[in-house]
């Protein structure tokens, strides 16, 4: 906190991205320690899954997901890279994670996207697509129907509430 404190102060060139960069050190660190449980198994892995059989396919399929979600996957791709037939799959899925894999991917896009929002030189188009959602508008519903707010707004009161700067017009 005193290192954005300080860049602060100073305003030399590029304070902006100082004060961004530990910023985001400080939510990773925040977030490592206190980890987030929004119902779902964490993004970073499936550490709270069971162990073994159906379980264990999910379980792999998970771990992929963290680090794929953002590519269009079907859930017939996700029955297949989880060695089950899709009816099997799906209500096992569901059984497991407590949601549909739709859901579930759906999830972790708006979870990244809520990240890349803490950006404020980023446009809400741009990251919505690095987030995984090539339609603006979809991403735009399914922000404001799981947050209750549009992602502007969020980025608002984010960035307000953390003593960030004012968003850059766009």
Do not use: W
């Amino acid at each position: 906190i005193s290192t954005m404190h300080d860049a602060y102060r100073g305003r030399e060139t590029g304070h902006e991205m100082s004060i961004a960069a530990s910023l985001f050190t400080l939510i990773g660190a925040i977030l490592r320690r206190y980890p987030v449980n929004l119902g779902l198994a964490s993004p970073d892995g499936p550490a709270d899954l069971p162990v073994g059989g159906d379980h264990e396919s999910i379980r792999q399929l998970v771990s992929y997901l963290a680090g794929h979600c953002t590519q269009d996957i079907s859930a017939r791709q996700m029955a297949a890279i989880a060695g089950m037939s899709y009816s099997h799959f799906a209500a096992c899925f569901r059984r497991t994670m407590h949601c549909s894999c739709k859901q579930y991917v759906l999830q972790l896009r708006l979870r990244l996207a809520e990240r890349l929002l803490m950006d404020p030189r980023r446009n809400v188009s741009e990251l919505a697509r690095e987030a995984g959602f090539n339609d603006l508008s979809y991403f735009i519903k399914q922000f404001r129907a799981n947050k209750g707010i549009s992602p502007l707004k969020y980025r608002q009161a984010m960035l307000a509430r953390s003593g960030g700067h004012a968003i850059m017009s766009r």
